[in-house]
């Protein structure tokens, strides 16, 4: 017979083994088998050949990747600081319990609904040189239409205007969510010693809110290295690979290369970008808040 320890622990097993189940299948078992399938040089129809790390040391002197390492990093240094202040902004603003306020919250939420072929759609009306809403404006003061999407120099910049004004509004829902968790008592206590605003923001508000700040960051960062959408409907990489993410690349190596394997050691690559960088700024960010 079990013991009523063993009878609590054994239903707690079977509430979580479904959902762990799942988990397992959908998330571990997909993350070991490419760890594994990197270690091979396969393609599409089931070939595949043990080459040990042979892919990484290709992948590490391939001047497309490292190019499209660089891109990545790019793109992501341009959309997570105005991804982490502009709702911030927006949020302080918007704070409100007013019907002006929450018709601007809406608006501002909106974009993120939208799918990414539609936000590509729309910023090809606005930023296309051939008839584009901002050319058409450059046009009435006589100026010549800027290439967005064709001048190397301009293109990350491009997109990561695309997804800035496209990922704003979840942010600033989560700051919204975290300002109206810090208690008002302390805004008053503020206004009695007639606190100014810069200070009452920085010694009261952001402190308030910072591991909100730290999870937008570190969310943002998560999302932004994985860029694909834009590049691949707008420019596909072009020109001369300037807009070409890692993701953009694997996609092509594995399906229209179909090298399975290499694609595979690219996306661990990736993957461990992704986890150097956010642990990296997640300790970090701890370190200075006082939680360590």
């Given at each position: 017979?079990?013991?009523?320890?063993?009878?609590?622990?054994?239903?707690?097993?079977l509430?979580?083994?479904?959902?762990?189940?799942v988990?397992?299948?959908?998330?571990?078992?997909?993350?070991?088998?490419?760890?594994?399938?990197?270690?091979?040089?396969a393609?599409?129809?089931?070939?595949?050949?043990?080459?040990?790390?042979?892919?990484?040391?290709?992948?590490?002197?391939?001047?497309?990747?490292?190019?499209?390492?660089g891109?990545?990093?790019l793109?992501v240094?341009?959309c997570?600081?105005p991804?982490?202040?502009?709702?911030l902004i927006?949020?302080l603003?918007?704070?409100?319990?007013?019907r002006?306020?929450?018709?601007?919250?809406?608006?501002?939420?909106?974009?993120s609904?939208?799918?990414?072929?539609?936000v590509?759609?729309i910023?090809r009306?606005?930023?296309?040189?051939?008839?584009?809403?901002?050319?058409?404006?450059?046009?009435?003061?006589?100026?010549?239409?800027?290439?967005?999407?064709?001048?190397?120099?301009?293109?990350?910049g491009?997109?990561?205007?695309?997804?800035?004004?496209?990922?704003?509004?979840l942010?600033?829902?989560?700051?919204?969510?975290?300002?109206?968790?810090?208690?008002q008592?302390?805004?008053e206590?503020?206004?009695?010693?007639?606190?100014?605003?810069?200070?009452?923001?920085t010694?009261?508000?952001?402190p308030?809110?910072?591991?909100?700040?730290?999870?937008?960051?570190?969310?943002?960062?998560?999302?932004?290295?994985?860029?694909?959408?834009?590049?691949q409907?707008?420019?596909?990489?072009?020109?001369?690979?300037?807009?070409?993410?890692?993701?953009?690349?694997?996609?092509?190596?594995?399906?229209?290369?179909?090298?399975?394997?290499?694609?595979?050691?690219?996306?661990?690559?990736?993957?461990?970008?992704?986890?150097?960088?956010?642990?990296?700024?997640?300790?970090?960010?701890?370190?200075?808040?006082?939680?360590?």
């Open positions: 017979m079990l013991s009523a320890k063993a009878k609590t622990q054994l239903g707690n097993f509430f979580v083994a479904p959902y762990m189940f988990f397992a299948w959908l998330l571990v078992w997909p993350l070991m088998s490419g760890m594994g399938l990197s270690l091979f040089k393609d599409l129809f089931g070939g595949a050949t043990f080459v040990g790390l042979e892919n990484y040391g290709r992948l590490l002197s391939d001047p497309v990747f490292l190019q499209a390492v891109n990545t990093f793109f240094l341009l997570v600081p991804l982490a202040i502009i709702p927006l949020a603003l918007l704070n409100r319990s007013t002006v306020a929450a018709f601007f919250r809406g608006v501002f939420f909106s974009s609904v939208l799918s990414v072929t539609i590509t759609l910023w009306m606005v930023l296309i040189p051939d008839g584009g809403f901002v050319a058409n404006i450059l046009a009435v003061f006589g100026l010549p239409p800027i290439p967005f999407f064709s001048d190397p120099g301009i293109v990350m491009s997109m990561a205007i695309i997804t800035v004004w496209w990922c704003l509004g942010p600033m829902m989560l700051y919204l969510s975290a300002l109206q968790q810090v208690p008592d302390i805004y206590a503020a206004a009695l010693d007639n606190s100014r605003w810069w200070t009452t923001l010694r009261i508000t952001l308030s809110i910072s591991r909100t700040v730290v999870l937008v960051v570190i969310m943002q960062c998560v999302l932004q290295f994985q860029l694909f959408g834009q590049p409907l707008i420019t596909q990489g072009g020109p001369n690979g300037a807009s070409r993410p890692i993701v953009l690349f694997i996609f092509e190596v594995g399906f229209r290369r179909w090298d399975i394997g290499y694609a595979a050691a690219a996306s661990q690559i990736l993957f461990a970008i992704i986890l150097l960088v956010t642990l990296g700024q997640y300790l970090l960010t701890r370190k200075r808040t006082g939680d360590a």
